[in-house]
């Protein structure tokens, strides 16, 4: 079957046809040998054209056939008049082919040679995702720059895009896969850094963004955890670090900041995927940034990517008590919701971490709002629940797309309102 | 890509001939909780309707409005779907909530927390809006007999899809088969899933809305995280039979709660649920995917 539609695919490349639009494939259940041998009729018919993909053969086999645009009428008649029971099975094989056409393109195993070739509507391996990096570096040098901020438990890097036009800007920070299950969020992350070298110089509203503020992408926060996806567990959430007197490892890297750290909304226990850690900035993923957000100094928004939910929240998560400036950070929300969901109607709610989603203690956005970074967010990516962790990578491009609107929404208003 | 055939097939009944006098009517799949008729079996049956006399004796509370888009609402509305997804679901139907769009809370001391909840739900796999619906989600009080919800719940829109077609058409393809079919990893790491595989998952789902719904409460929120594996089993009778391992993650923990249910299905009947067990908590687990039992010999 494969082997026709590609041979199809050829056709149609070599001579520019869209060969069958409005085609459709017809299954067909045959109830008894009566039916079949009509079936048999049917396929004699040379002035249908059809071209059967499953012979009629026995009743309990289903039967294929591809029905050109002008036939459809007339089988669906024959097929009524004597009740065979049918359905449509492809319901426009254009599309379809069309569809595996961009498949298989996508599923070249190339290394791609620069980040024009390279594969944004895919999951990609750590290696990969280096690799890109150091790419779309050589590539901007005037633009972007690789900062190491620290190791990993098991000392692989903690790299960090710096986007800048210019010295002595302040910072605007963005996290992916901090939970290296989320695996939409870093495929995000490296969208986001294509689309900020694309932009800037073309997009007016970006390229003002970027004159006033820098832009510190770090696009694989906890790379041992997003290796361990890769080879061992799909579903690890935390950092790789063995705990003392436990054989279970890990700690959840968002619930490790010093912020509410011990109260309710983490876990004690090391074997929990919200274990606290030993104690607050215990994680090296965790202090690198502590570290880095301290000494940089003029840090004006900061946002936190995880996904599943769709929600976009403001701190607190330990507390009930709102933040000094929760109007402000609601109506932001509010706008950039609104935009995030004009480009494909993803409906996304916002509000608090703790009223919204539930009680976290020791989370990043609330130690970073709590350092004075007034604009700080986090972002539950797509979906709702239906794919959750595993979300289609045909999804990604498309949710790259619309958490960048809701992106530029926070990042122009913290332009804006710099202080 | 699956392809749904659902809206298509109320196009072609009304295009072409007129049915010949005497021809039967289009199979409706009539909802069906569980069956009842083997009580040694650990079947989960679903409460319904048993609510009314207790709420009566008790005084009453004030009911609290709640914001829909904060999570009490969504775990209630949670709750609801997998409610409708036991009843009504199948390997060619199953629902999602869309969006909460109100919801009240009354706390009835001796009972428990009774969440009334609006909200608007929609069938996956047809891509089919059900309209609005209501439930009433009563978590009963810690300490009692009782630990799972109890749950009433009706839509505007018709929750009998009509997706008998596709439905029969994979009974029999899995009736006839002489292997029985075998799957892991549904997705696979990159969200993707065979076509063949896809009903499977949608099943998967389906069945596990009976676990997730008996064990929410107010601080649980579940979702079918990935089928690990599934194995056609041999049946005794015109079901077809799945052991299942699935995963399901629970939000407000995080964990991965790894469960193995057998599963059954007809499509004249309903999805049952049998033998729920929950795995013990595996910190670090790498499942070995599933074996396909003997090939079956050829029915006499």
New interface residues.
């Given amino acids: 079957m494969r082997g026709l539609l590609v041979l199809s695919t050829v056709f149609v490349a070599v001579f520019g046809l869209k060969a069958f639009e409005g085609d459709k494939v017809l299954?067909i259940?045959a109830k008894n040998e009566d039916q079949i041998s009509l079936l048999q009729d049917l396929t004699e018919m040379d002035q249908l054209q059809l071209d059967i993909w499953k012979e009629p053969t026995h009743p309990?086999?289903?039967v294929d056939i591809h029905v050109p645009f002008e036939s459809l009428?007339s089988v669906?008649?024959f097929?009524?008049?004597n009740?065979i029971?049918?359905?449509?099975?492809?319901?426009d094989l254009q599309a379809?082919i069309d569809?595996e056409r961009h498949e298989m393109q996508s599923t070249r195993f190339i290394e791609p040679r620069n980040t024009d070739n390279f594969d944004y509507a895919?999951?990609h391996t750590l290696d990969e995702i280096n690799a890109f990096m150091d790419m779309l570096v050589a590539e901007n040098p005037n633009l972007v720059t690789k900062l190491r901020i620290g190791s990993s438990y098991e000392q692989r890097p903690l790299y960090v895009l710096k986007f800048s036009s210019g010295p002595n800007r302040p910072g605007f920070w963005i996290d992916t896969g901090i939970h290296s299950r989320e695996?939409v969020t870093q495929a995000a992350g490296i969208w986001f850094a294509k689309k900020i070298v694309i932009d800037y110089g073309r997009n007016q509203a970006f390229t003002a963004i970027l004159n006033k503020m820098d832009i510190l992408l770090e696009i694989v926060t906890n790379p041992d955890g997003y290796h361990y996806?890769?080879t061992?567990?799909?579903?690890w959430?935390k950092t790789r670090k063995p705990n003392p007197g436990s054989?279970?490892?890990g700690v959840?890297p968002n619930r490790n900041w010093d912020a509410g750290f011990g109260g309710p909304g983490a876990?004690s226990n090391p074997?929990?995927?919200?274990y606290r850690g030993p104690s607050a900035h215990s994680e090296s993923e965790v202090k690198s940034i502590v570290d880095y957000v301290k000494s940089h100094g003029n840090i004006k928004g900061f946002i936190s990517i995880h996904s599943y939910?769709q929600m976009l929240m403001y701190p607190y998560g330990y507390t009930k008590t709102p933040v000094p400036n929760q109007p402000e950070l609601h109506d932001l929300a509010r706008r950039a919701i609104a935009n995030l969901a004009s480009l494909y109607g993803t409906?996304y709610?916002?509000?608090s971490i703790i009223?919204?989603?539930?009680q976290a203690s020791g989370g990043t956005i609330d130690w970073t709002y709590d350092q004075g970074i007034k604009y700080s967010y986090t972002f539950e990516l797509r979906d709702?629940?239906?794919?959750?962790?595993?979300?289609?990578?045909n999804?990604i491009i498309p949710t790259a797309q619309e958490t960048w609107l809701g992106l530029m929404t926070i990042m122009q208003h913290t332009k804006d309102n710099l202080y | 890509m699956h392809r749904c055939v659902c809206a298509a097939l109320a196009v072609l009944s009304l295009v072409g001939a007129s049915p010949t006098p005497g021809s039967a009517p289009p199979r409706s799949v009539p909802w069906k909780a569980s069956r009842l008729d083997k009580p040694n079996e650990h079947v989960i049956f679903l409460q319904y309707g048993e609510t009314e006399p207790a709420l009566k004796l008790k005084e009453t509370m004030p009911v609290e409005e709640l914001n829909p888009t904060h999570y009490p609402a969504r775990r209630a509305a949670a709750v609801a779907q997998h409610f409708l997804n036991a009843r009504h679901g199948s390997p060619y139907k199953w629902f999602h909530v869309e969006q909460v769009q109100s919801a009240t809370l009354e706390e009835i001391a001796g009972v428990g927390a009774k969440y009334h909840v609006v909200f608007s739900a929609k069938e996956g796999v047809c891509n089919q809006s059900v309209g609005l619906c209501t439930a009433d989600v009563l978590f009963p009080e810690a300490g009692g007999d009782q630990t799972a919800p109890q749950v009433q719940c009706s839509c505007e829109g018709p929750l009998a899809i009509n997706a008998s077609a596709q439905e029969e058409a994979f009974y029999r393809r899995l009736r006839g088969s002489n292997s029985p079919v075998t799957g892991n990893n549904i997705p696979d790491s990159f969200g993707f899933i065979a076509p063949d595989m896809k009903p499977l998952w949608i099943l998967a789902g389906v069945a596990s809305s009976f676990v997730m719904l008996k064990e929410s409460n107010e601080n649980t929120l579940y979702n079918l995280a990935q089928v690990a594996n599934v194995t056609q089993l041999e049946s005794e009778d015109k079901q077809l039979k799945f052991q299942y391992h699935v995963l399901l993650h629970e939000m407000v923990s995080q964990e991965i709660i790894h469960w193995k249910l057998l599963v059954t299905w007809a499509p004249a009947g309903g999805v049952s649920v049998l033998h729920p067990e929950r795995q013990p908590h595996c910190h670090d687990c790498v499942l070995p995917p599933a074996t396909a039992p003997k090939e079956r010999s050829d029915p006499e």
């Fill in positions: 299954r259940l309990t086999l289903p009428q669906k008649a097929l009524e008049a009740e029971e049918h359905y449509i099975m492809i319901n379809l569809e895919q999951y695996w996806t890769h061992t567990n799909r579903m959430r054989s279970c490892v959840d876990s074997c929990m995927e919200t939910s409906k709610t916002y509000g009223t919204t989603i539930y709702t629940g239906r794919y959750g962790f595993l979300l289609p990578a999804q």
